[in-house]
Structure formats: C-alpha cells, structure tokens
C-alpha cells in the first residue's frame, strides 16, 4: 500500500465498527425480563433445559426457550411467561 497512514486508520475504522457492530443494542438488564415461550426456533437468547447456548431452540413457543425483552411486556405477549414451562 503506497500510503501507510490510510492503512492504518482504515484497519482502525473497521475494527471500531466491529466493535459496535456487536455490541447488543438492547435496554439493561435491569431493565428488561427473561420471557418464556415466545421465541421461534432458533432464535432464543440463551440456554435452554434441552440445549447449550443462545440459537438452539427446536420449535417456535418451546416452553424452557427465553428472549430479554423489556420489563413488563413479558406477560402481555401471547404464549408468554416468566417461569419456564418445562
């Protein structure tokens, strides 16, 4: 590369926006509640009774599968609870 200082701030920009690319845009956690039962397959936050990390749910509703959603919105959503169902 024939300008080593665009090189540089280039490598820097793009490790800044990795950065904030991963960073969760989601409200606190004292903010929001674990609901069950309302995430579709594949799409929960974490583990489940059945399986090891976020994104392993099997179907759509399944009752130990969680998502953080803000507080009080958990028991207004269909299906939705705050205890696990398994």
Known sequence: MK???LAVST???GLIA???ASTPLTAS???SEKCYGVA????NDCQTNTSACAG?????????????V???LCEKLVGGSLESKA
Not at 40 to 43: Q, V
Not at 56 to 68: M, P, V
Request: hydrophobic share 40%.
């Open 40 to 43: 579709k397959a594949g799409k």
């Open 56 to 68: 392993t749910s099997t179907e759509d509703g399944q009752g130990d599968a969680w998502l953080f």
């Open 29 to 31: 956690a004292a903010d």
């Open 3 to 5: 300008n080593p200082k």
């Open 11 to 13: 490598a820097v920009s």
């Open 70 to 72: 803000p507080a009080g």
């Open 18 to 20: 990795l950065g904030l």
